[in-house]
C-alpha cells in the first residue's frame, strides 16, 4: 500500500505494510473484549518482527509460544512482509528453568504465597522497573508482573501475567502455568526476607517466646538471615489449609 505524506516542500511516499494477527487462547485475555474473537490488522512500516508487533497489539512476548505466519511455522523475530496472516500461541505451560521468580511492586501478597510453597521469589515494595531489569540481567529469574510494558522489556526472557487481581487466584495461576505442584515444599522458606529457614532447638529460642508459645510448642524454625521464629501456631494451621487446597487442585487428580 502507497501512503502520500506532504511535509514543507519535500513529499515522501513511505511503503505501509498490513499484517492480520490472530491471538489463541490464554493470549486473548490481552485484547479488549470485542476484539478477542477476531484477526487483528496492524500497519507498519519498514521491517518488523512478528514480536515487535504482537506487543504493538498488546500481548508481551514472554506469554508468547508457537507462531505461525501464513500456515507456516514462525518465530517471534521472523520480519512480518505485507498481508501476513499471522496466528500466535501462548507458551505452553511448564517451567523452563528453575523455578526462581522476581515479583513487582504490587505483588506482595503472592510472593509471601509462593514463599510460603517454599519457591525462592525476589520481591520489595520499593523495586524501580530498572532495579527490576537489572535483577534480570545477572540472574536467570521468572518476572511476575502484571504491568505488561515491564513484561515487553527485551530483558525479559521468562514471565508471566497473572490475570486475577485476588493474590491466592494469582497464586493457583502460577502453580498451573509452570506446573508447579510436584515443587512445593512448605515452610521451607522466610516469608519475610526469603531465605531458607533452619531448624532450631527450642532451648535456643526459648528467651524470645511468649508465655503461651512455650507452653504449647517444641518445634520451631530459624531463618539465619532476619532471626524470625517460625513453629506451628494457628498461623500454621491456616497454610497448612492454604496448601492443601493449592494441592489438591492440582489439574487431574
Ligand atoms: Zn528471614
Known amino acids: 500500500m502507497l501512503c502520500r505524506n506532504r511535509t514543507g516542500n519535500q513529499e515522501y511516499n513511505f511503503l505501509v505494510s498490513r499484517s492480520y494477527f490472530l491471538f489463541i487462547g490464554r493470549l486473548k485475555d490481552f485484547l479488549p473484549p470485542d476484539q478477542r474473537e477476531q484477526s487483528l490488522r496492524v500497519d507498519f ?7 515487535h508487533l504482537a506487543e504493538a497489539l498488546g500481548v508481551p512476548h514472554p506469554e508468547i509460544g508457537y507462531v505461525q505466519v501464513n500456515g507456516q511455522e514462525g518465530t517471534l523475530s521472523t520480519i512480518s512482509q505485507d498481508g501476513d496472516q499471522v496466528q500466535v500461541y501462548p507458551v505452553q505451560n511448564g517451567c523452563p528453568i528453575e523455578p526462581h521468580f522476581l515479583l513487582d511492586n504490587h505483588l506482595g501478597r503472592l510472593a509471601a504465597y509462593l514463599r510460603m510453597l517454599g519457591f525462592d521469589c525476589l520481591y520489595r515494595n520499593d523495586y524501580s522497573d530498572e532495579a527490576l531489569a537489572a535483577i534480570l540481567q545477572r540472574e536467570e529469574r521468572i518476572l511476575l508482573s502484571r504491568d505488561r510494558r515491564l513484561l515487553m522489556r527485551k530483558v525479559v526472557t521468562h514471565g508471566y501475567c497473572p490475570r486475577s487481581l485476588d493474590s491466592l487466584e494469582q497464586l493457583a495461576e502460577v502453580i ?12 521451607h522458606r522466610c516469608l519475610r526476607c526469603n531465605h531458607p529457614l533452619e531448624a532450631a532447638p527450642k532451648e535456643a529460642v526459648l528467651d524470645q517466646l511468649e ?13 539465619p538471615n532476619c532471626r524470625q521464629i517460625y513453629w506451628k501456631g494457628s498461623h500454621y494451621e491456616r497454610m497448612q489449609r492454604l496448601v492443601e487446597q493449592i494441592t489438591a487442585a492440582k489439574p487431574g487428580t
Do not use: A, N, V
Not at 507452653?215 to 524454625?221: G, I, K, N, T
Open 211 to 223: 508465655p503461651l508459645t512455650k507452653l504449647y510448642f517444641d518445634e520451631f524454625q530459624i531463618c
Open 176 to 187: 498451573e502455568r509452570f506446573e508447579l505442584h510436584q515443587q512445593i515444599m512448605p515452610f
Open 45 to 51: 512500516h519498514g521491517r518488523q518482527t512478528i514480536k
